[in-house]
């Protein structure tokens, strides 16, 4: 059977949401570490503490420019996934740059996933 081809995934999510997100990449770190990672500067972060030896590039931290490189990448058609837990229950002093991070990926028509349960389809579906 040939290799699976190599995938850009983003990786975000919001305070409230990280320890969820660093859970959920432990439980597919298999899948995850067959694939080049992106995330927030303080979502990288927390995901590299717990599995160190993940290809994740760390971008700049949401608030302060991250969503949009995410965003970015996405306009250039760079990312092939996006994993963005968000808090639904917290005013996001960037909520700007939130719903434009979300609207690049909704126009790119990529997996994407705002929370556990989608994340996880997505990576069984994979
Ligand atoms: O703010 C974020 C998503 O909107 C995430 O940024 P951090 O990972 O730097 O906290």
């Given at each position: 059977m040939p290799a699976a081809a190599l995938l850009a995934i983003g990786l975000v999510a919001h305070d409230d949401k990280k320890a969820a997100l660093v859970d959920w990449s432990v439980a597919h770190q298999a899948f995850l570490s067959r694939h080049r990672l992106y995330a927030t500067g303080t979502t990288g972060g927390r995901i590299l503490q717990a599995l160190?030896?993940?290809?994740l590039t760390r971008l700049r931290s949401g608030p302060l420019g991250g969503d949009q490189q995410l965003g970015a990448l996405l306009a250039e058609g760079l990312l092939d996934m996006l994993v963005f837990f968000v808090d639904p229950l917290s005013p996001q002093p960037h909520d700007v740059d939130v719903k434009a991070l979300i609207r690049m990926a909704t126009l790119a028509?990529?997996?994407?996933?705002?929370?556990v349960a989608t994340a996880d389809l997505i990576v069984a579906g994979r």
């Open positions: 160190p030896d993940l290809d028509d990529i997996p994407f996933a705002c929370n």
